[in-house]
């Protein structure tokens, strides 16, 4: 497994997944090469993007499969065939198994639009403006069983500025998404993320 070969996970609209692949077009991923596009949602506009940048698809309906380890399992072993080493979920909505946590361990990231562990699941940025926080922002973390609990990797912090709705605050976390998940990926795909329990360091 080669943490340099990169399969990047997506259900919806994939502007994530656009800034990851211009990253590594400008030579600003670390060395990572964005091998695959898995989506649960073969409709998805993000399959259109992935076809449009020429990085193969693997779009698996969970809903064919008798069981979600079933679909997981067909999902591991197209990765292991294309020797993935680390996997980016990006606006992936489902919850992952043991059945790809266990031989991909510390190899899964998830991002998220919020501080975590404030507004956890989903819709964060509308939990964010229910609540009233003035500062909420996006954070990229390491993915276990849980439901956005893993080790923190980054965090940045973006302000909630009076009169924002769900669209004005969603369009500048996603600004933050696309500057801070392609650093993130990079630093891992050079090997440069260090994990000690839950404390991770990113190393020069
Ligand atoms: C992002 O806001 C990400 O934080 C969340 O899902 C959204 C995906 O957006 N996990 P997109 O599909 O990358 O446009």
């Given at each position: 497994m080669e943490w340099s070969r990169i399969a990047v996970f997506a259900s919806g609209?994939?502007?994530?997944?656009?800034?990851?692949?211009?990253?590594?077009?400008e030579g600003k991923?670390?060395?990572?090469?964005?091998?695959?596009?898995?989506?649960?949602?073969?409709?998805?506009?993000?399959a259109q993007r992935a076809e449009a940048a020429g990085i193969p698809a693997l779009?698996?309906?969970?809903?064919?499969?008798?069981?979600?380890?079933?679909?997981?399992?067909?999902i591991v072993a197209e990765l292991q065939r294309r020797n993935i080493g680390l996997i980016v979920l990006a606006g992936y909505m489902r919850l992952i198994s043991s059945v790809l946590l266990e031989p991909y361990a510390r190899r899964i990231i998830n991002i998220h639009p919020s501080l975590l562990p404030a507004f956890a699941g989903?819709?964060?940025?509308?939990?964010?403006?229910?609540?009233?926080?003035?500062?909420?922002?996006?954070?990229?973390?390491?993915?276990?069983?849980?439901?956005?609990?893993?080790?923190?990797?980054?965090?940045?912090?973006?302000?909630?500025?009076?009169?924002?709705?769900?669209?004005?605050?969603?369009?500048?976390?996603?600004?933050?998404?696309?500057?801070?998940?392609?650093?993130?990926v990079a630093a891992l795909a050079a090997g440069r993320v260090e994990?000690?329990?839950?404390?991770?360091?990113?190393?020069?």
């Open positions: 609209q994939g502007s994530n997944f656009t800034a990851l692949v211009q990253a590594q077009q991923l670390g060395g990572g090469s964005i091998e695959l596009l898995v989506s649960d949602k073969p409709e998805a506009p993000v779009l698996l309906r969970p809903k064919d499969f008798a069981g979600r380890e079933l679909y997981e399992a067909a989903k819709d964060a940025i509308g939990q964010a403006l229910e609540y009233g926080v003035k500062l909420t922002g996006v954070t990229v973390h390491f993915v276990d069983g849980g439901m956005d609990t893993g080790p923190v990797i980054a965090q940045r912090s973006v302000e909630v500025k009076p009169g924002d709705t769900a669209e004005s605050l969603a369009e500048r976390i996603h600004q933050v998404e696309y500057g801070l998940y392609p650093e993130v994990l000690n329990g839950r404390i991770t360091t990113i190393g020069e």
